[in-house]
Structures are given as C-alpha cells and as structure tokens.
C-alpha cells in the first residue's frame, strides 16, 4: 500500500469476508448535545435548491448558533492557547451576562447564583447546568488572562467568588431536584452537570500524561488486600470520598448512599462515568426483562469485558444511546477495550466480580440512578474542592463515612495538607481513612522508628484503616512526611516524579542546575524554577508538546502518514505551561488529521496491522469522514475489527476455522512473530482457540505471545 511517498511494511490484510457494499457517509445533523467551540465558522452545505426541508433548516439553524457563539467568545478566540469546549447558545448567553456584570465590578451573591441556576435548568434541565459551569469558567479564565499587565488580585477574588457562588447553588440544587424516575440519560445528565458545577475552577492539573488509557491505567483497584480491610468495617452509610479505582469498592462494601470521586488522573473521571453508564444501561433491561440480580451482574461483567470486539459494538451503542457526555462517547471504543482488559488483570473479589458482586451492582446502581456517584478531576487538598464536597453531602444529608487516600501519598509532598482537608470534611463520628503506600520500597534501610511510621501508611496487600479523627487532628501525617525525607533515596524520586510532570522526564536537562530539594517546600519552589526553564523559550516549550504527543503515540503517527508534524508545531503559539499542553496538543492533532487522505492512510494501516482487509469492512469509508483526531481514529479502527469479528463469529465453525488459519498465517507472513517449533504448535493451538471462542484477534495475540517466550 502507498500514498502520497508513505508505504506500509506490512503486506495487505487478507480478504476474510466478500466484498460488501460500503456504507453511505452519514449525513450532517445539528448538534444535539452542544457544539464545539473550536470549529465555528465551518462553511455550510449549500442548501437544495428546492423548498428547504425541515433538516435543511435545522442545519442552516445549527450553523447560525455555530456563528453566534463565536461572535460572542472573541474575547477567547483572541488568546492563542484558550480551550475549546463543548458548550450551547443558552449557557454561553447566561455566562456571557455574569462575566459582563463583573467586569463592571458586579458580583454574584448567593440570590443571584440560585437565580442563574434555575435560568439553566430551565433552557435544558441538568446538562444546561453542566453546560453554564464550563462556559463560565472558561470566560472567567479568558477575562482574567487578558488583563493587561496582570488580573487584579481583586478582580482575581471576585472571580474565585463568582465561581464559588455558583458551585454552592448548582450543587444544591442538584442534591434537591435529583432524578426521580429510573432513567438512564437524566442520571447520566445530573452526573455530569454535578461533575462540573464541583469542579469548577479548581486545580485539576493531572500527574500523569492525559488521554492514554494504554499506559498503567488502574480503573479497577490494584490492591488485593482492600476487600479484606473493607470486611472489617461493615456496612455503615454515609459519603465515601476518595482517589483510586477502589472507590466503587468502598462505597458498594460500605453502603454508602453518595461517592464523590477526587483524583488527580483524568482518566479515572472517564472510566467511572462509563462505570455509571454500564450500571445505568443493563438497569434498564433488568426492568424490561424482570432480570435478577445474578442476571444484573453477569449483564454488567459482560460489557466491561468487552475487550472481546464481538461485543464491543453493543457497548458502545448502548452508552451513547444512554446520553454519555459527546466527547467520552469519541472515545468510547478504545476505552472500553482497556477496561476489558484491566478487568481480567484486576483482584477476584471487587465490585463487579467475585461472590459479592451481584449485592454490590445493585447498590452501586441504586447510587447511580439518584445521581449519587460523582467523579471529578482535582487535587483532594484543594480547599475549594473540600468546601463544595462538604456542601454535597451536607444537602444530601450524608456526612462522610470513609476517605479512601490510597497511594495518593506516594505521590503528593504535601502529607499534612491532605490531614487538613480530611479535617475539613463533616464526618461522622465512627468515619475511617485507608491508606496505602511505597515509600518504604524507594528507602534503603530506613531506622526502625521511621519503617514503623512508614508501615503505619500500610501497603497494596494490607490496606491501613485510621480512625479519621486520629488521622486529621494528631502528628501521623507530620511524622509521615517527616519519616521519608529524611533519606536522599526518598527525596531523589520526589523529585524525579516532579521532574518527569513538568518536563515529561524525570532526568531532563534543564534540571541539571537545580538541586536535589531537601524539604517539601523546596520541592514545590524547584518546580515552579524548573517550570519556568521549559517554557521559558519558544524552541523548549515547544518541545515539551513534542514530548508529550511522542509519549501518548500521536506523533510517530503523524509521521507514518506524512503529515511533517514539526512543520505545524512551528506554525502554533508555543505552550506558556502545562495548562497549554492538552489544548495546543488537541488543536495540532486537528490539523494533522484534516485531511481525508491521512485518516485513509492510518485507518488502512491500523486495519491491516491486526489481520482485517478494508474490503471485509463495511463503514471504512463513513469511518474516514467521521474520524476527526487521532483518539477518533483508534476508536473508528475498535469499531470496524468488532463489526469484522461479529460477522466472523455468525459463519460456520468449519469456515471460521479456516478465515483463523489465513489470518494467523498473515501474522506469521508479515514477520511479526519468529516462529520455533515451539511457536508452531502454539500458532495451531491459538488457532483451535480461534475457533473454538470465534475471538480471531485474541488468538493472534497468543501466538504472539506464546512465540516471544519462546
């Protein structure tokens, strides 16, 4: 295969399925659930030139919104680093209002706030709140950074307060006017309206690279031990806040009646609203079908695991019929892949498999249908953030009864204020806090008193459980810290870890000058130097972004289509911190992917990479027109494999067979795999598996698998 100069090392994919007739491209509709900022301006189709039809009309009435909304956030579109967020009409005119009244000194007191809330809700219900927070916020952030010479610090604390108020009201009101009904897209509506109202504004920078689910994602808990602590502590009500993938765990062993998820991963905010998604979904068929709750659970481990392509289509559409906020749904196909197989790599025993699992669904699902499981992407110190989620659960009447930190300390210096937001929270009487740790593997010999502080954190078999009211108010989380920075080993990957979120490495050469921090407060003061050395100059800044899109596995994409990414990094605004990154990463993606031919080029490649021929597929072409980004790109290519794999699994085991035998043969023809005569009889045995399982794609990769340990 060539195109434009680019040709592929591997050979084409064998035909497996007769050609079939490619799809039609989708026809353009106007956006549903709101309209991205970014692309305003896009030329219209033109109209027929017959009586306009009512979806002509919506469309040229879609493009008119597209236009207003760029006429009113020039403000935005002025700075070359502003995000581009999913928003409609009406928030933007409610925001565009309050960020008006402030710059004329006004602010927005409580009254107001209520006001502003019930305006929301009445253009659109719960997700026009979701819409008026990320509008506002986005406007508050422009205004303040085209403040010549620097925002006031009084406009700066006018606007902290515009966003406060607003948070207490929309919070408020979401824990009164939650749904009443069992229904999937109005729980799904309250989640993400309450995900953003609790957020808003707040520190929400991630440690980890965004967007990768293929990195050491952990969306189910790593730590075998936490059932076994959980069991010790019974059912007991109340909030469960906290970090890790373990906070489903908790709250359905608990009986918590609210789970407010705070981490500082982004991706764990997108797996545990497709969590609620799945949980919201088969509810609907236990209704219509009058399921048990063993049918619930195995419904529910089902979709999870729908690392199998057969069933991956059925997921998706599901959720997307279900009412997953736009962007997740793009994402979709790949993150449901990773699930499937983070499942199988989990423990046996957590909330969606092992014995338990059926009592634990049904009280997740109860949580989810009232809008009770929040998710949000923040730093749990954050005081702002400990306010709001002490305001939730004080409407919601449910005082917190368990803050899970797990590792959380391993990576944030600052041990005492997360005591400090702990304290923060109301909390019931009895309320716990589980921790876990690895300090004590990155020191060498520690003295037994400080192992023995150290151990107090516990570990992924043994889980810590504190009383909260020792953990907020004595010395723990003093001695703590104090007890790890007391060894250069300690301190040296402190650093290392500060070192590889700022400058995507944790030895990069602008550190060389900067000494090894000795204390947490100079861990802080040598981030913000290091900081200041990346982004200083147009040239390293720049190559910062580079880093990051090289780490995610964007841009050896973008140079196997042709697409010369450094010309069009060049032509973007250098990055001027790491707020940019994603931004200026999303719009170079963009541009890279404009063209059709590159999308051709990749999908084709992807495709034949895992044994599928475009012929075999029908919606390669509708795939194409689609795909706008590079994650668009990888979900476009999960769909098309699972569409190929189910009709795969409908034909006749004799056939089936035979299509395995062709398509591992390719595997072996293309080099992929070395094949000893150890390899052979694994390849015959992956392709009895094949046939046996109608999986074809997981059999490839056995004999992958089986012939690397040769």
């Known amino acids: 295969m060539t195109a434009k100069g680019v040709s592929s090392s591997l050979p084409s994919a064998p035909v497996l399925i007769e050609r079939q007739t490619p799809a039609a491209a989708p026809t353009l509709e106007a956006p549903k659930d709101g309209v991205k900022l970014g692309e305003v301006g896009a030329p219209l189709p033109p109209l027929a030139p017959s009586v306009p039809t009512f979806d002509h009309l919506k469309l040229e009435l879609a493009g ?29 005119t409610l925001a565009a209002g309050v960020v008006q009244s402030l710059r004329t000194g006004g602010s927005l007191d409580a009254a107001t706030a209520t006001a502003l809330v019930a305006q929301a809700v009445a253009t659109g219900g719960a997700r026009s709140l979701a819409f008026v927070s990320v509008a506002l916020e986005a406007r508050l952030a422009a205004l303040l950074q085209a403040s010549t010479g620097g925002a006031p610090a009084a406009l700066e604390a006018r606007a902290a307060a515009t966003l406060n108020s607003f948070a207490t009201a929309g919070l408020s009101y979401l824990a009164t006017n939650g749904p009443k009904t069992p ?73 918590a009646d609210l789970i407010i998820s705070v981490d500082i991963d982004p991706l764990l905010h997108d797996a545990l609203q497709v969590f609620v998604g799945v949980l919201l979904v088969v509810d609907r068929q236990c209704r219509e079908n009058g399921w048990d709750d063993q049918r619930r659970a195995a419904e529910v481990s089902l979709r999870l695991a729908s690392a199998r392509p057969a069933t991956l289509g059925q997921t998706v559409a599901e959720l997307t019929a279900a009412g997953l906020p736009a962007p997740l749904v793009k994402k979709l196909p790949r993150l449901l892949a990773v699930l499937g197989q983070r499942l199988g790599d989990a423990p046996g025993d957590i909330w969606c498999k092992g014995p338990d699992a059926p009592a634990r669904i049904a009280h997740l699902t ?25 305001t939730l659960c004080a409407a919601h009447g449910s005082p917190v009864a368990a803050v899970n930190l797990s590792n959380v300390l391993d990576y ?164 001027r911190g790491l707020g940019d990154i994603d931004t200026l990463a999303a719009r170079l993606d963009r541009q890279v992917w404009a063209a059709p031919e590159r999308r051709r080029i990749f999908l084709e490649a992807e495709l034949e990479r895992q044994g599928v021929a475009p012929a075999d597929t029908e919606g390669f072409a509708a795939a194409i027109a689609a795909a706008r980004s590079w994650e668009d790109l990888v979900s476009q290519c999960h769909l098309l494999v699972a569409e190929v794999d189910r009709k795969l699994a409908r034909m006749p085991e004799a056939e089936r067979l035979d299509i395995a035998k062709r398509l591992l043969e390719h595997a072996y023809d293309t080099r992929i795999d070395q094949l000893s005569s150890r390899g052979e009889e694994a390849f015959l045995s992956a392709v009895s598996r094949a046939a046996t399982l109608g999986d074809l794609h997981y059999a490839a990769a056995l004999a992958k698998r089986d012939a690397e340990y040769d």
């Open 412 to 575: 944030v210096p600052n041990t005492p204020g997360v005591a400090v937001a702990v304290k923060g929270l109301p909390r019931r009487p009895d309320a716990v806090v589980l921790t876990t740790s690895s300090h004590l593997s990155w020191i060498e010999d520690p003295t037994a008193s400080d192992a023995a502080t150290l151990a107090r954190l516990g570990t992924f078999e043994s889980p810590a459980v504190h009383p909260a009211s020792v953990w907020a108010d004595s010395s723990l989380a003093h001695d703590i810290q104090a007890a790890g920075w007391r060894y250069a080993d300690y301190r040296d990957k402190a650093w290392k870890f500060a070192c590889s979120l700022v400058a995507g490495s944790m030895r990069p050469k602008e550190a060389e000058s900067i000494p090894v921090p000795q204390s947490p407060a100079a861990l802080v003061a040598a981030e913000r130097q290091l900081a200041t050395a990346v982004f200083a100059e147009p040239a390293s800044a720049r190559a910062r972004l580079r880093l990051h899109l090289e780490q995610r596995g964007e841009w050896a994409a973008y140079l196997r289509v042709g697409a010369e990414p450094d010309k069009v990094l060049a032509a973007l605004s250098p990055p």
């Open 64 to 92: 008119l919104q597209l236009r207003l909304i760029d006429a009113e956030r020039y403000l935005a579109d002025a700075l070359p680093n502003a995000p581009l967020v999913v928003t409609d009409v009406a928030a933007e």
């Open 366 to 390: 109860r949580l989810a249908l009232e809008g009770r499981i929040l998710a949000v992407t923040a730093d749990l110190a954050d005081p702002r953030i400990i306010d709001r989620v002490g």
């Open 183 to 255: 229904d999937a897209q109005a729980a799904l509506a309250s989640m993400q309206a309450a995900n953003e109202v609790l957020s808003a504004g707040c520190e929400n920078q991630s440690l980890f690279p965004t967007g990768t689910y293929d990195r050491d994602f952990h969306a189910f808990t790593n730590e075998p031990g936490l059932n076994r602590a959980l069991t010790t502590l019974g059912r007991r009500g109340g909030a469960v806040v906290g970090a890790s993938g373990g906070i489903l765990d908790v709250g359905s062993t608990l009986g």
